[in-house]
């Protein structure tokens, strides 16, 4: 171990800047960009720093976050100028389904504002950097966006989607209630309904905002199938989930023409599944269908962290908290890193040389997503990976802080006690 740590010491890179990042990016289509938490405000800065780079310097034209679609589609018309919103805080307002911090926090709410104002600099034109989102939890607010578009362009379109899509309507507004109604065989699914929807979208004339109305049809079909097969296991529903995600970034890619694209998403769903644990269980994600899909034209960034604070619930519709992150274990790709003595830097994974062999061998991995339990952080925290096959690039910042949510609850503000508490007061 003494021996891998002081060669990942001499091929550590400081982080003074993001060169060494930007460059290997110049022939790229896809940049996949992760995170190890939801709530890490060094992870979401380094992000929006190194996409800002990439837009302006090799011509990145669209950005695909882990959020739904009709949310982050008020963002693309905020900062493409569509949009009566007045500022970024505004246009963000639409992400009110839990975890609200993930895209309502500062850092986004900075970064859609440079969006808006780099987009309508002088001379931009139509040249301007698209804001979607590749999610699929939205389905009432997609089956509204695509009701709202035919009534516009096609009133007797819209009475035969309204009368498809009251078979979901008519279990009001709790999509999980209807995938567990539907999984037992209670009532019958509404899988026929929603996915003649779409084939009926897909042989429409296109007109002003047809995409946009195409990609909420589609989220709908995938979302009632995703609904229903939560409830037979969480492979089958997480499988669904990233292919609908990589589909969409295909689909933008496609109606763009010619897209480069950065997508921002968690660690889990970025680093190729091949090299983790996730994979003996069946488990596919973003990062392996990206790179089976698009071969050399695709780079994914990957970050880790050993201590700190972050922003996470302590359980499922929870409130934000600011709460510590516990140093990492032994025997963690962490706490490897933490060894190495650099506070920030970052490691080329494709050029590892002697280290190689070590980081290509099972390592644990932290994963924080919206939910943090540190009372019970190894078994809902960890996994096992192969880092050096999981990701192209990784960053490690050894202490972190809490990423800032636009709304902030007392709880948050006060943070958690220290782990001394009562006897350290």
Same mark, same amino acid.
């Given at each position: 171990m003494a021996q891998t740590v002081a060669a990942l010491r001499t091929m550590a890179q400081p982080l003074a800047g993001f060169d060494a990042l930007v460059h290997p990016c110049r022939d790229k289509q896809i940049v996949l960009i992760g995170e190890a938490t939801h709530g890490t405000h060094e992870f979401y800065e380094a992000r929006a720093a190194i996409t800002k780079r990439l837009i302006e310097e090799l011509g990145f034209n669209a950005v695909a976050i882990e959020g739904d679609w009709p949310d982050a589609a008020r963002v693309h018309r905020y900062v493409t100028g569509s949009t009566a919103d007045g500022d970024a805080v505004e246009a963000l307002s639409g992400f009110r389904r839990f975890p609200t911090w993930m895209w309502r926090n500062t850092v986004v709410a900075d970064f859609v504002g440079w969006l808006h104002a780099r987009n309508h600099a002088p001379g931009r034109g139509a040249h301007k950097v698209g804001f979607y989102g590749i999610d699929l939890y939205s389905l009432h607010a997609s089956m509204r966006a695509v009701l709202d578009y035919l009534e516009r362009v096609d009133p007797p379109a819209a009475a035969r989607a309204r009368e498809r899509y009251a078979c979901i309507e008519q279990f009001g507004e709790d999509a999980q209630r209807y995938g567990y109604i539907a999984s037992l065989g209670i009532s019958e699914s509404c899988e026929r309904e929603v996915l003649a929807q779409l084939v009926e979208m897909e042989r429409a004339v296109r007109s002003e905002g047809?995409?946009?109305?195409?990609?909420?049809? %589609?989220?709908?079909?995938?979302?009632?199938? *995703?609904?229903?097969?939560?409830?037979?296991?969480?492979?089958?529903?997480?499988?669904? =989930?990233?292919?609908?995600?990589?589909?969409?970034?295909?689909?933008? $890619? =496609?109606? &763009?023409?010619?897209?480069?694209? +950065? +997508?921002? $998403?968690? !660690?889990?769903?970025?680093?190729?599944? =091949?090299?983790?644990? $996730?994979?003996?269980?069946?488990?596919? !994600?973003?990062?392996?269908?990206?790179?089976?899909? *698009?071969?050399? %034209?695709?780079?994914?960034?990957?970050?880790?962290?050993?201590?700190?604070?972050?922003?996470? $619930?302590?359980?499922?519709?929870?409130?934000?908290?600011?709460?510590?992150? =516990? %140093?990492?274990?032994?025997?963690?790709?962490?706490?490897?890193?933490?060894? +190495?003595?650099?506070?920030?830097?970052?490691?080329?994974?494709? !050029?590892?040389?002697?280290?190689?062999?070590?980081?290509?061998?099972?390592? &644990?991995?932290?994963?924080?997503?919206?939910? *943090?339990?540190?009372?019970?952080? %190894?078994?809902?925290? *960890?996994?096992?990976?192969r880092i050096a096959e999981q990701f192209d690039f990784v960053l490690h910042y050894d202490t972190t802080r809490a990423l800032e949510p636009i709304e902030r609850e007392p709880r948050w503000v006060t943070g958690e006690p220290p782990e001394t508490y009562p006897a350290g007061l």
């Open positions: 047809f995409f946009d109305a195409e990609q909420n049809a %589609r989220l709908v079909a995938n979302a009632e199938r *995703y609904y229903r097969t939560m409830y037979f296991g969480s492979t089958p529903s997480w499988n669904l =989930r990233d292919t609908h995600m990589t589909d969409t970034i295909d689909a933008i $890619a =496609r109606h &763009l023409g010619d897209a480069r694209i +950065v +997508v921002w $998403a968690h !660690n889990s769903h970025l680093g190729d599944a =091949r090299a983790t644990e $996730a994979s003996d269980h069946g488990e596919l !994600n973003v990062g392996q269908l990206v790179r089976e899909r *698009y071969g050399d %034209r695709a780079l994914s960034i990957g970050f880790t962290t050993h201590s700190g604070t972050v922003t996470a $619930a302590s359980e499922w519709d929870g409130i934000a908290q600011r709460k510590r992150v =516990r %140093r990492a274990l032994p025997g963690s790709v962490e706490e490897l890193f933490h060894q +190495v003595g650099i506070e920030r830097f970052l490691l080329d994974l494709r !050029n590892l040389g002697e280290v190689s062999g070590a980081l290509r061998e099972d390592l &644990l991995e932290r994963a924080i997503g919206v939910v *943090y339990r540190p009372e019970t952080e %190894r078994a809902s925290h *960890y996994f096992r990976c």
